[in-house]
């Protein structure tokens, strides 16, 4: 996963790019295991679509899309403004479906 910053998601928000963002904070148990679930989700996907952003460096995009905890996973589907939210992380099956229905077509 590469780290994005506001400005850049937006921008593939407004383009209609599909994709996948991670939310997470450093010190989050929880967190570090979604990321070890995503991370051989990723290998499943086409380059690209993943990215991670650390919720303490975008207070104002928890603020704009609610995110109410981490981990999170915002899936931008490239025709919406509004992203899909997973905050289950049960397995990397489950992630990998999730992924692939809203941003992988």
């Known amino acids: 996963m590469k780290p994005i910053t506001s400005k850049l998601l937006m921008r593939g928000v407004w383009e209609g790019v599909p994709q996948a963002v991670f939310i997470y904070t450093p010190l ?9 679930m995503l991370e051989v989700t990723e290998h ?16 104002e ?3 704009q899309f609610q995110i109410s905890s981490v981990p999170a996973l915002m899936l931008f589907d490239g025709e919406m403004d509004v992203p899909s939210m997973v905050y289950r992380m049960n397995s990397v099956e489950h992630l990998l479906n999730e992924i692939r229905k809203v941003v992988v077509r």
Not at 28 to 36: I, L, S, V
Not at 44 to 59: A, Q
């Open 28 to 36: 989050c148990g929880t967190c570090a295991a979604a990321r070890r």
């Open 44 to 59: 499943m996907l086409p380059d690209n679509i993943l990215y991670e952003m650390n919720i303490h460096d975008i207070p």
């Open 61 to 63: 995009l928890v603020q």
